[in-house]
T-cell receptor, first 113, second 114 residues
Framework: GESVGLHLPTLSVQEGDNSIINCAYS??????FIWYKQESGKGPQFIID?????DKRQGQRVTVLLNKTVKHLSLQIAATQPGDSAVYFC????????????FGTGTRLQVTL | ETGVTQTPRHLVMGMTNKKSLKCEQH?????MYWYKQSAKKPLELMFV???????ENNSVPSRFSPECPNSSHLFLHLHTLQPEDSALYLC?????????????FGPGTRLTVL
């Protein structure tokens, strides 16, 4: 069936370096994508979103890139900090499914000093 | 704080117990959701409520019974659960259900079924 998946379950990055977390989706009808961050003991927290009519969107230290040709989504975190250590999920909304988010399995980002 | 609170934060129950999870959102949202988060599995949507009306049941077993008395409160009643139901149960809310709305999550209830 259609699914959202993540390439790497764990990513280790040195403090100060840039992080790139990838996500693949299979449903070309998806029109909205969201990245969530989940810290230990907390629920997922919205980071940034992007609509399918965009290729790139920037936030504070984060950038999301969308490549519809290969159905690929990435989250770039600049100057990674220890506080960025968490599990990151991408989620998609399929056109016509209202607010039903479909989540990937998540990537754990570990920031080393 | 996201504006979505959940109680209790931790719950241990036997398979014959009856318990309830509570969620409250202080954001004025109209839609509320229950999710199940198990280890090494994606977040699974369980139920969706819009203006207190259930709009989606994602083939959830009847031992999970949701209740939404108003747009700010959501309950999940648990009865005769199985050990495989042990998971983190997350509540979320969003301004609207139609279109693209960001969902705000609570901290979750960590449920252990013995």
């Amino acid at each position: 069936g259609e699914s959202v998946g993540l390439h790497l379950p764990t990513l280790s990055v040195q403090e100060g370096d840039n992080s790139i977390i990838n996500c693949a989706y299979s449903n070309s009808a998806s029109d909205y994508f969201i990245w969530y961050k989940q810290e230990s003991g907390k629920g997922p927290q919205f980071i940034i979103d992007i609509r399918s009519n965009m290729d790139k969107r920037q936030g504070q230290r984060v950038t999301v890139l969308l490549n519809k040709t290969v159905k690929h989504l990435s989250l770039q975190i600049a100057a990674t900090q220890p506080g960025d250590s968490a599990v990151y999920f991408c989620a998609e909304i399929w056109a016509g499914t209202a607010s039903k988010l479909t989540f990937g399995t998540g990537t754990r980002l570990q920031v080393t000093l | 704080e996201t504006g979505v609170t959940q109680t209790p934060r931790h719950l241990v129950m036997g398979m014959t117990n009856k318990k309830s999870l509570k969620c409250e959102q202080h954001l004025g949202h109209n839609a509320m959701y229950w999710y199940k988060q198990s280890a090494k599995k994606p977040l699974e949507l369980m139920f969706v409520y819009n203006f207190k009306e259930q709009t989606e049941n994602n083939s959830v077993p009847s031992r999970f019974s949701p209740e939404c008395p108003n747009s700010s409160h959501l309950f999940l009643h648990l009865h005769t659960l199985q050990p495989e139901d042990s998971a983190l149960y997350l509540c979320a809310s969003s301004q609207e259900i139609r279109g693209v709305g960001t969902q705000y999550f609570g901290p979750g209830t960590r449920l252990t079924v013995l």
